[in-house]
C-alpha cells in the first residue's frame, strides 16, 4: 500500500500516490479502509458497480470515497479493491467500475476509526513528477 496517514488536529488524513490515475482511486479506496479496519483482513467477495460523473478530479474523488463510506453504513460493507476507470469528459471527469469487497465483521475485522465523511479540507488529486498524488482528509 502506498499511502501515509496525515497528523490533522480533530481529523484523520492520508496521502497516497500511484502510477497511473485508475490507481490513485483504488489506493485512496484501499486506504480509507485500511483507517477503517484491518484490510489485510477483507476478502473481495461482493462486488457493486460504480458509475460517477464530476466537474473536476477532486469532487469525482470525494464522491467515489463518499459511496465506500456511504456502502459501509448503509449495506455493511467494507470495501478491499476497486477496478475503476476514469476518464475526461466534455463536462468533467467520469468514473465507472466496479469496487470489491464483503460484509464487515467486527470480530474478524476489527474497527480502528470510525469514519463520517470525506472532507473537502486540504483535498488535492493532481500528478506530480511521472506519479498520481492525492490528499484527503477523513471526518472522524
Known amino acids: 500500500m502506498t499511502y501515509r496517514l496525515l497528523e490533522h488536529t480533530a481529523d484523520l488524513g492520508i496521502e497516497a500516490s500511484a502510477d497511473s490515475l485508475d490507481e490513485i482511486f483504488a489506493e485512496c479506496l484501499r486506504a480509507l479502509t485500511d483507517c477503517l479496519t484491518r484490510l489485510d483482513r477483507v ?4 462486488t457493486r458497480d460504480l458509475d460517477l460523473a464530476a466537474p473536476d478530479l477532486p469532487q469525482l ?6 459511496e ?3 456502502l459501509h453504513e448503509a449495506e455493511g460493507l467494507v470495501l ?22 464483503e460484509t464487515f465483521d467486527i470480530e ?4 480502528k476509526t470510525l469514519i463520517k ?22 471526518d472522524i
Request: proline share 2%; hydrophobic share 45%.
Open 80 to 101: 478491499a479493491d476497486a477496478n475503476v476507470a476514469v476518464e475526461k469528459t466534455p463536462e468533467g471527469w467520469s468514473l465507472s467500475g466496479v469496487v470489491s469487497g
Open 61 to 66: 474523488m470525494v464522491d467515489f470515497l463518499s
Open 68 to 70: 465506500a463510506v456511504y
Open 117 to 138: 465523511g470525506v472532507t473537502y479540507h486540504q483535498l488535492s488529486v493532481q500528478s506530480h513528477e511521472g506519479k498520481w498524488v492525492a490528499r484527503i482528509i477523513f
Open 108 to 111: 474478524r475485522h476489527g474497527l
Open 43 to 46: 476478502v473481495s467477495v461482493k
